[in-house]
Structures are given as C-alpha cells and as structure tokens.
C-alpha cells in the first residue's frame, strides 16, 4: 500500500523535470541556434513476489510476479534537428544549412615558438593559434559583428575562427576584415571576400566548421554556447560544403527548433501525469485512513 505512496511520488518528480524542460524549450522558442531538450522515463527496480519457475514433465512454467516501484528520469537529450532559417539581410548573419557548428574562442593562445602575446588588433598576428590552449565553444547562432579592431565575433565578444588560407583548416586564425575594406562578403562555402581600397577583391579567410559524430553529447553552456566532451565524438574542423559538413547562408539565421503545437501537447500530457500521480498518493492516503479508523 505504502509502495503505490512512492511510486506516485517518484511520477511526480519526473513530470516535473519534464515540465521544467518543456518550459525552458517554450521560453527560447525565438532563440537563434537553439536545439530543444527532450525528458524520457525508465522504470525503477522492481520488487520480487515470486521468482519464474521453468516447466517440468509434469505443469508448465510460472511467470515471475514483481511489483514496479515508479519510474525514474532516464535521459535528457538535445535534439540537434534543423531549425527554419530567417531571412535578415544582414551579411554578418550565418545560417547552416547541415551538418556542423561554428567554433568561437576567446583567451587565443598563439602557437608561436617565440611565445609572442596574441593582439587581436594587429591583422599580422592573427593567423597560427593554438586552440588546445585557447577557451573554445561551439554553436549554431550565427549571429556575428564587426569588433572596433575589424574581428568577426558574436554577442559576447568571441572571435569566429577560420582558415587563415582558403583550404587551410590546419592554419587557425581569427577572421579580418579591414578597416579599409569597402564591402564584404561570406560565401556558402564559408570564404569571407571583400573590396580593398583599390576596389579589388580579396580573401579574408574561410569559415571553419566543427563536425561531431554525437552531437547530442555536447555540453549546454549558455549564450547559446556548447562545450566539447569525451562523448560528442568530436571529428575536426573542416570546410563548409566538404566531407558532408553544412554550407553557410549569409543574411539569414537558423532559428530555433522548439516547436510551440509539439511542446503544448507535451505539456498537456505532462500535466495530466503529474495529475494521476497525485491521485495515486490521495487515494493511498484514504486508504490508511480507514486502516486507522478500524477499531472506531
């Protein structure tokens, strides 16, 4: 009897989870780059009444006979699907159309044998750097900006990184465009072109794209930020449109992939069950109250 008293409360503790996770996925329904998080169950153990019996010459077999004792919250997964693209015209707005994730960096340490200080305003020294040794995320937000230096980098000040040469994903460095540049622009294999004062066209760099076998085993950081792990089964940085990695659109965003009829519905149902295990616990609770009233 008390056992129905626990199993309604470990329901109510994973609904809840869920309903958290249903609420985070609603709040950044127009979040740009965002991927929902999904809640699913397991059963908890199970407590034996009797054990199975095989069949002999003389009766057949018996089933065990266990009694569940509630469920437990299994995973929670970041479900890494496309989300719809919107249209911006800003040419610093990048959208993937694909697989892969924009590597953004900041505290760049130089691989440089002299041990130079990387300085982000000089053009000069933003090639060759370690991002072993540098703090490196991940995202899908390609929400980018001009630093008053010329760099490439997102909301929260992190340089996007690239190819210093194009087809060089070997050569890492911090794109730049210069102050002299007339107009630029980014192509969909990630080549960043511009006019020089000369109106002649040049090449910046090329975007590098970060590719994972797991996605779903990146870790969320914040500021539409993810960070590597052992379990994200990270591949390398390559080039956009190359080895089944995205191409990028300019002027436009990968929105987020929340899906506000989905996400309802599954509100509705985590409501409901949430409901049913508070029954549970109710009506077990009548029942030892009339266990206590017996000897009126």
């Given at each position: ?42 059963d ?23 009694i ?6 299994g ?18 707005d ?5 697989d ?6 900041s ?44 760099n ?22 911090a ?41 779903a ?62 029954r549970?616990?109710?009506t ?13």
């Amino acid at each position: 009897m008390l056992r129905s008293m626990y199993a309604g409360i470990s329901g109510m503790k994973g609904f809840q989870t869920k309903l958290d996770v249903i609420g985070n996925n609603i709040a950044n329904v127009n979040t740009a780059g965002f991927k929902k998080g999904r809640v699913t169950f397991q059963d908890m153990m199970s407590q034996m009444s009797s054990g199975a019996q095989g069949a002999t010459d003389t009766r057949g077999g018996v089933n065990p006979a266990q009694i569940g004792l509630g469920s437990q919250m299994g995973s929670i997964d970041n479900i890494h699907t496309q989300g719809f693209r919107q249209t911006t015209n800003n040419p610093l707005d990048f959208s993937l159309e694909g697989d892969g994730m924009f590597v953004v960096a900041s505290d760049i340490a130089r691989d440089d044998p002299q041990g130079d200080i990387f300085d982000p305003s000089n053009p000069n020294e933003l090639d060759n750097i370690n991002l072993d040794n540098s703090n490196v995320s991940y995202t899908r937000a390609g929400n980018f900006y001009l630093d008053t230096n010329g760099n490439i980098v997102n909301s929260d000040g992190l340089y996007l990184m690239g190819s210093a040469n194009q087809g060089d994903t070997g050569n890492i460095s911090a794109l730049n465009i210069p102050e002299t540049a007339q107009s630029f622009s980014v192509q969909t294999n990630g080549t960043v072109n511009y006019i020089d004062a000369d109106g002649n066209t040049q090449v910046a760099g090329q975007v590098a794209l970060a590719s994972f076998s797991n996605p779903a085993g990146l870790q969320k950081a914040g500021s539409n930020l993810y960070l590597n792990t052992e379990n994200a089964g990270y591949t390398g940085l390559s080039e956009p449109e190359t080895d089944g990695v995205a191409s990028i659109v300019s002027g436009s965003l990968e929105m987020s992939n929340v899906d506000l009829a989905s996400e309802f519905t599954e509100m509705i149902t985590a409501q409901r069950g949430f409901q049913a295990n508070t029954r549970i616990i109710t009506t077990s609770d009548e029942i030892l109250q009339e266990l206590v009233n017996l000897k009126r």
